[in-house]
């Protein structure tokens, strides 16, 4: 099972609202990764698991909270979100010094 | 601090060769990946040089120059479903971080 999966496809959200996304692996990679990707710009890092602890922050504001409730899931919660917050959110995993695979991604569109 | 460049935009025709050029500055570096990605998908894997030299993998072949910190993604016979964006990537501290480049946005025209 190569496939990483991610949950939902599309997301509306008001900034009000409180809202997660979620990323599921079979592949027993240790490393799993949060990347923002806005259109016709290269993913950009936002955050690093490696054996289920945080290990990178990249500074994201505290209105993005990662969590990675076991080896397989990757959550992300969202709360107090900015329109500019708008973007294709992708989960990554790796086995660590090898190839990332990426999920479909979800895109977020904050109103 | 790290930095990654590749050209914008390229164009080429169907069935020519295509060369896209990557040049980086980064610590930790360990390999380099290049990554395909059509529009509103996720990025897919091409390929990954850690030694330098030639890796061929069918139509596409990559090259790596550690000492010159500098990569290229050559693209033979192209056809129409190549034209999409080409990202290339450092990896940094074995897979801890990776920086992706700007991206190059390739069209082949007929």
């Known amino acids: 099972d190569t496939e990483v999966t991610q949950t939902p496809k599309h997301l509306v959200m008001g900034m009000t609202n409180k809202k997660s996304l979620k990323c599921e692996q079979h592949m027993g990679h240790r490393a799993m990764y949060w990347y923002k990707q806005k259109a016709k710009k290269p993913p950009e890092l936002m955050f690093v698991?490696?054996?289920?602890?945080?290990?990178i922050n990249e500074s994201v504001p505290s209105r993005f909270s990662p969590e990675c409730p076991n080896s397989s899931l990757l959550n992300l919660h969202l709360h107090a979100l900015q329109p500019e917050d708008s973007a294709l959110y992708l989960c990554a995993t790796s086995a660590g010094g090898s190839e990332q695979y990426f999920g479909p991604g979800t895109r977020l569109t904050v109103t | 601090g790290q930095n990654i460049d590749q050209p914008t935009e390229m164009t080429a025709t169907e069935g020519a060769i295509v060369q896209i050029n990557c040049t980086y500055q980064t610590s930790g570096f360990n390999g380099l990946f290049w990554y395909q990605q059509h529009a509103g998908e996720a990025p897919t894997f091409l390929s990954y040089n850690v030694l330098d030299g030639l890796e061929e993998k069918g139509r596409f072949s990559s090259f790596l120059s550690r000492s010159k910190g500098y990569s290229y993604l050559l693209l033979k016979e192209l056809q129409m479903k190549d034209s999409a964006s080409y990202l290339c990537?450092?990896?940094?501290?074995?897979?801890?971080?990776?920086?992706f480049g700007p991206g190059t946005r390739l069209s082949v025209l007929p």
């Open positions: 990537a450092a990896e940094r501290n074995y897979g801890q971080n990776f920086v």
């Open positions: 698991y490696s054996y289920e602890k945080l290990s």
